[in-house]
């Protein structure tokens, strides 16, 4: 059956544009929204019409392919979005908050920190979106989502439903949601906070603000490529490899911390691929330490197979 297409959508727009590490060629269809039942409705067009899809949110974990995506892309990111206090104090004190996922994560922990609600002040200056945090488990400081999620609302090609914490699979920047080989897109997300005082939670939120601020590198980039190995760091490995400063065309692994890849001016998808694979190449060769990557790939990116 063919549908009249909805509004938002658009055709062959550059994805560079909606990832932070400003790489990716054009989406076949596109449509950026801040409505969970606009998603709903642009999931079954795409349905209905055969077209493949995903949601991406601030593009903050992904690496896009440089022929771009041949689907549709719903980039669910909305800086306006507000969150809503739903109920308050059950036996555990526990306040529920409820965000919808296009909302950034880091004004979500600025207005939980504000609204005297502790638990995501760790979250100051990580870039994404609540349902992008979801789907990566995104964490910092030894705390992660896993820590706070209690539900989410979640649609597929099936239907719309909410999903307990259990079912969502939160571990170590992953998820079961980001194991799914079909589409989904998380339309909000129950957080379970603790209730404190305002000025300590703002407090709190500034000491990781202020950490984050000073470890961090500056540039267009993805935020760390690979995983941390069990008991291992990726930057320290990397770093061994004397890879800092290391570069593949326009990408170059940053001189403060080298799990962080930065596109330097003109960088490609092949050239932040091609150094990931520099990197774990050496990594293998001198630790036999495998590294496994944390960014995304969109549109047929792949690292290549080391013997
Ligand atoms: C400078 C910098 C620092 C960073 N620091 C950290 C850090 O400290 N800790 C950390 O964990 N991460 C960090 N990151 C990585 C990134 O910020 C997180 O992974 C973030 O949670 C990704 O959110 P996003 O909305 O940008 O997701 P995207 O990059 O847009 O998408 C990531 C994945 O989630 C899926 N997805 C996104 N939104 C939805 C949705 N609503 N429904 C279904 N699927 C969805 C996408 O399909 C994709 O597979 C950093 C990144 C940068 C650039």
Request: aromatic share 6%.
């Amino acid at each position: 059956m063919s549908r009249r297409r909805p509004e938002p959508i658009r055709e062959r727009v550059p994805l560079s544009r909606y990832t932070t590490m400003r790489v990716g060629g054009p989406a076949r269809y596109f449509a950026q929204v801040g409505d969970a039942d606009l998603v709903v409705r642009l999931a079954q067009w795409a349905r209905d019409e055969e077209v493949r899809w995903v949601v991406l949110g601030e593009g903050s974990n992904v690496i896009c392919a440089d022929d771009g995506y041949d689907g549709l892309v719903i980039v669910y990111h909305d800086p306006a979005a507000q969150p809503a206090i739903e109920t308050t104090e059950d036996e555990s004190a526990t306040a529920r908050v409820v965000a919808d996922a296009c909302l950034p994560l880091a004004n979500l922990a600025r207005w939980t920190a504000r609204h005297g609600l502790s638990g995501l002040e760790w979250a100051a200056g990580i870039p994404g979106t609540a349902g992008g945090a979801v789907v990566g488990n995104a964490g910092a400081f030894g705390t992660s989502m896993a820590d706070v999620v209690l539900d989410a609302e979640v649609v597929r090609s099936g239907g719309r439903a909410r999903e307990s914490a259990a079912s969502l699979g939160l571990a170590y920047r992953t998820s079961a949601l980001a194991q799914e080989v079909g589409p989904l897109a998380v339309l909000r997300v129950g957080l379970g906070l603790q209730p404190d005082d305002a000025s300590s939670c703002l407090g709190r939120l500034e000491q990781f603000g202020r950490a984050r601020r000073r470890s961090q590198p500056g540039g267009p980039s993805s935020g760390c490529v690979f995983r941390n190995p069990p008991g291992r760091s990726a930057g320290r490995l990397l770093d061994q490899c004397g890879l800092k400063g290391h570069a593949v065309g326009d990408a170059v692994y940053s001189d403060r911390h080298a799990n962080f890849v930065i596109n330097r001016g003109n960088a490609t998808a092949a050239d932040v691929v091609g150094l990931m694979q520099v990197g774990r190449e050496a990594v293998w060769r001198r630790f036999g330490v495998m590294l496994e990557p944390e960014v995304r790939f969109l549109g047929g990116l792949t690292l290549g197979r080391l013997e």
